[in-house]
């Protein structure tokens, strides 16, 4: 008897999940909103309607297509559709500019974009009076053309059997682009399946899963929605994340899981409604995506209670590198509160020196990954794939250091990393130094030319409202904490800081008010 190997030991697609959830439990809601309640076997039916019309309008396997839409079920609709005809699927970030989207668009390829119409038919207009994308469709009817929503109800409902080959690319992700150009990451189905069985794995689950989406499905939150539905849980939709309105939703829906950026988990911790709602349901909060202050995290357990849990990972190994489980945010252990947990079971971790060597224990090292969970590379990037894939490591561009007990602590990102007069500074270190002062609400610290010393430290400082701090008020403090070296050499006061698409501080933005006209942002 003969057997081929590639064959047998094949894994299965992203499809093949999103189905067996569906049939596991036909008559749970899968997906509620403001509008739109589907239980799963609604949301298969429609999913294999909408399949057939992306199919009807030409669409074949591996062809890519894109979606710019917001959290609304009609769009978690289409996104299956692409994984059952087996696309090559790519989600723009909803607030991003029309440049990027331009980029994204022609850099992958993308013949069909998808468009949640009426939220952005103004720019797919502008889209398509650019002629970067050969077909335009909308979810609902438009000026551009009749809704696809409209088109798939017309259409046979009966199973469909998802044309996919495990091997290939399923989705494009595309990098946030603060340090240039952003890079489409080409992910096969493994890594998609590899994620969330390390998620199913490793996360603290509540037994009956109620999630809130708050943030773009196009990116950290969406990623979560298939292993709730593996798990039979519910998805609730949020368009807008506002902190009053999110304590609502919890208490009205009985929400029992979420995932939040630190910046929502400051604003809802400082919300005046905190005490006003019910918020007991929440057994899970998880939060990743940008770094959080130690202190600002000891405030939201006091206030929330023992309920976080820290996922960290980036696009090219995506949301589950390691992971800080609830029992760890333990206060009587404060040091793990600067940590982002252990490994995930799965994983090959190792902190690298420059010269690739492994660091000793306890000290300094970039962060690199091997294993299922890692990217097949950049689209059309050899020259950036060497670099990331050096010395047959994912190099995360994460400084870390691990401690006897298997706790990773990222440090800062290489990129952000100063050099002031030969000596290292990690701003992130300096920023959790000035969460601790009563005064101030948020910061940002960064390196700024300087002729003496190469870089000097500049912090960026919002006050909490009604308080006031001078600069040597702000040195002194950090030198107290954290040394002379770490110290800022100026602090300059703002009302807010700039944020990304995503809801992280916009460093690049920030650094572009210092280093424009120069060709490097390192002196």
């Known amino acids: 008897m003969t057997f081929e190997h590639e064959t047998l030991y094949r894994g299965d697609s992203v499809a093949a999940l999103y189905i067996a959830a569906f ?48 959290n609304r ?39 069909v974009l998808i468009v949640d119409s009426p939220r952005f038919t103004g720019r797919a207009l502008a889209i398509k009076a650019r002629n970067v994308v050969p077909v335009i469709l909308t979810l609902d009817d438009t000026t551009i053309g009749p809704g696809l929503v409209g088109e798939a109800a017309q259409m046979d409902e009966a199973d469909l059997t998802p044309d996919v080959d495990p091997d290939e690319i399923t989705k494009l992700s595309y990098t946030g682009g603060t340090t240039g150009r952003s890079k489409g990451i080409l992910h096969a189905h493994r890594t998609v399946v590899t994620m969330v069985v390390y998620m199913l794995a490793a996360f603290d689950w509540p037994d009956e899963v109620r999630y809130l989406v708050t943030t773009p499905i196009s990116h950290a939150a969406g990623g979560l929605l298939l292993p709730t539905f593996i798990r039979g849980g519910t998805a609730y939709l949020m368009e807008q994340y506002d902190a009053q309105d999110f304590l609502r939703r919890v208490e009205q829906h009985r929400i029992s899981l979420t995932f939040l950026v630190p910046t929502q988990i400051y604003g809802l911790i400082d919300c005046p409604g905190l005490g006003t ?22 405030q939201a357990l006091s206030k929330m209670g023992p309920v976080f849990g820290q996922l960290y990972g980036q696009a090219e190994a995506p949301m589950a590198i390691s992971y800080l489980s609830k029992k760890d945010h333990d206060p009587e252990r404060p040091h793990l509160l600067r940590s982002c947990g252990k490994v995930v079971a799965g994983n090959q971790v190792r902190l690298l020196a420059p010269d690739l060597s492994e660091v000793p224990s306890g000290e300094i090292g970039e962060l690199c990954v091997r294993g299922p969970l890692v990217m097949n590379g950049y689209l059309n990037r050899p020259e950036e794939n060497e670099k990331v894939f050096a010395g047959n490591w994912l190099h995360t561009g994460d400084m870390a250091r691990m401690d006897e007990a298997g706790y990773l602590y990222i440090v800062d990102r290489v ?24 005064a101030i609400a948020l910061s940002a610290v960064i390196g700024i030319p300087d ?15 009604g308080e006031t701090l001078s600069q040597q008020e702000v040195i002194a403090y ?28 916009d460093k690049k933005a920030l650094r572009g008010r210092y280093w424009a006209g120069l060709d490097r942002q390192v002196s």
Not at 77 to 99: D, F, N, R, T
Not at 278 to 293: C, F, K, N, R, V
Not at 451 to 465: D, F
């Open 23 to 70: 049939k596991n439990t036909p008559h749970r809601l899968a997906i509620v909103s403001d509008d739109t309640q589907l239980t799963y076997q609604q949301l298969e039916k429609k999913s294999y309607q909408f399949a057939r019309v992306l199919r009807a309008k030409g669409l074949r396997r591996q062809d890519a297509i894109a979606f710019l839409v917001g």
């Open 73 to 111: 079920a009609e769009a978690i609709v289409g996104i299956i559709a692409a994984q059952i005809l087996g696309l090559k699927s790519v989600s723009l970030h909803p607030m991003a500019s029309e440049e990027d989207h331009c980029f994204v668009l022609q850099d992958a390829g993308i013949q």
């Open 277 to 298: 709602y019910d918020h007991s349901s929440l057994q899970l909060i998880l939060y990743g995506a940008a770094p959080i202050a130690p202190s600002r995290l000891q």
């Open 415 to 438: 990129k952000d990393m100063i050099i002031s007069g030969g000596f290292n500074v990690y701003p992130s270190e300096v920023e959790n130094c000035l969460a601790q002062h009563r």
């Open 451 to 465: 002729e003496k010393w190469g870089e000097r430290v500049l912090a960026v400082v919002v006050l909490k409202p």
């Open 478 to 505: 950090v030198t107290a904490g954290k040394g002379v070296v770490n110290a800022p050499k100026s602090v300059v006061f703002e009302s807010e800081l700039p944020l990304t698409a995503l809801g992280k501080i």
